[in-house]
């Protein structure tokens, strides 16, 4: 093959791997100027390929911004730092509003000049990778945890994060606190720093963790429990329902019911009177209803007593009609 051949091949070589390239391509002349570029390149820039030839980088159409959406300064673009520093830039990532469709793209960029035998720069070249979906899936991951950390924080229930700590025959013999919220401290008392990283017996205070099987079945199992507690050190009465969010680890959410079981034992207490108090209601009562009722069969007993001895006796008719009528009509 002749030089020119080869030389040929290789540039067809070469463009053809540009443009099949998910990168985006723009090469520079050392004034900045473009030179070429690959269809990804234009895409990404928002700009044909007639529009960005022999345009300067350093009055682009585009406009950059960094990654908390500010705008870049001039000096700062991509290809200002290659001809300023006259060395390769590190990658990093960038925001270009498009002049056309004035949306915003987010891109990995680095670039690298290219020096002739003499040591002089004779073309800057600058790589651009799409991760647009990349940043956005992470903006609304990040808004989801600052969400579920504002949450988190605010809840009044104490939320506890624990991981299980197995020994060597895999049985677990402790758990270890990975996170807590401000609830946890303002209840115990005992600091987030003093709590992270440290097993349950070293924070607690206590010989063996509190609750090992319970938590460690719910850990393994994945099933819920629920229970309430009394802690004697703080005279307070807890609602503790225990949840695993993934495989040997679990959570407790904590609510102080020590308000509610003292409302509670008021009540109980007010029953326990109510209840006295209508026993010797209905003692009282029931007394004088005997008495009455044994009042009223001596009466029943005297009146057909007197009924018998009417029967027996001649009266006036009239004194007769008077007398029954008052032994069975007015004492009845």
Excluded at 18 to 44: C, F, K, W, Y
Excluded at 87 to 112: K, S
Excluded at 177 to 183: E, G, K, L, P, Q
């Amino acid at each position: 093959k002749s030089e020119a051949e080869a030389i040929w091949e290789g540039q067809e070589r070469y463009s053809g791997l540009l443009q099949n390239l998910e990168a985006g391509i723009v090469v520079h002349a050392p004034d900045t100027s473009i030179v070429m570029n690959n269809p990804r390149a234009s895409l990404l820039l928002g700009l044909s390929d007639e529009q960005l030839k022999g345009k300067e980088a350093i009055d682009p159409a585009w406009k950059f911004v960094s990654e908390d959406n500010t705008p870049l300064p001039l000096e700062d673009y991509p290809i200002n730092r290659i001809v300023t520093e006259k060395r390769a830039m590190p990658a990093r990532i960038l925001g270009i509003h498009r002049p056309i469709t004035h949306d915003l793209v987010w891109v990995r960029v680095n670039g690298f000049p290219i020096y002739d035998t003499r040591g002089g720069i004779v073309e800057i070249v600058i790589c651009f990778f799409d991760i647009t979906q990349r940043k956005q899936t992470e903006d609304e991951l990040r808004k989801s945890e600052e969400k579920l950390s504002t949450l988190f924080g605010a809840m009044t229930e104490m939320v506890v994060l624990h991981e299980l700590v197995f020994n060597e025959a895999a049985e677990a013999v402790n758990y270890r606190i990975t996170d807590c919220n401000s609830a946890f401290t303002k209840v115990t008392g005992i600091k987030r720093g003093n709590a992270i990283g440290k097993l349950a017996t070293e924070v607690y205070q206590t010989e063996s963790p509190p609750y090992l099987d319970e938590f460690s079945k719910v850990a393994i199992t994945g099933k819920p429990y629920e229970y309430t507690s009394y802690f004697a050190p703080m005279d307070k009465h807890f609602s503790i329902s225990v949840v695993s969010p993934q495989q040997n680890q679990f959570a407790t959410i904590t609510t102080d019911i020590t308000a509610l079981q003292q409302i509670q034992k008021v009540i109980s207490d007010k029953n326990k009177e109510l209840e006295n108090f209508l026993y010797v209601s209905s003692h009282d009562l029931r007394t004088p209803l005997v008495n009455v009722q044994g009042f009223s069969h001596r009466l029943q007993k005297q009146v057909a007593t007197i009924k018998t001895l009417i029967r027996d006796c001649s009266l006036e008719p009239e004194a007769e009609a008077k007398l029954k009528s008052i032994v069975e009509e007015n004492i009845p």
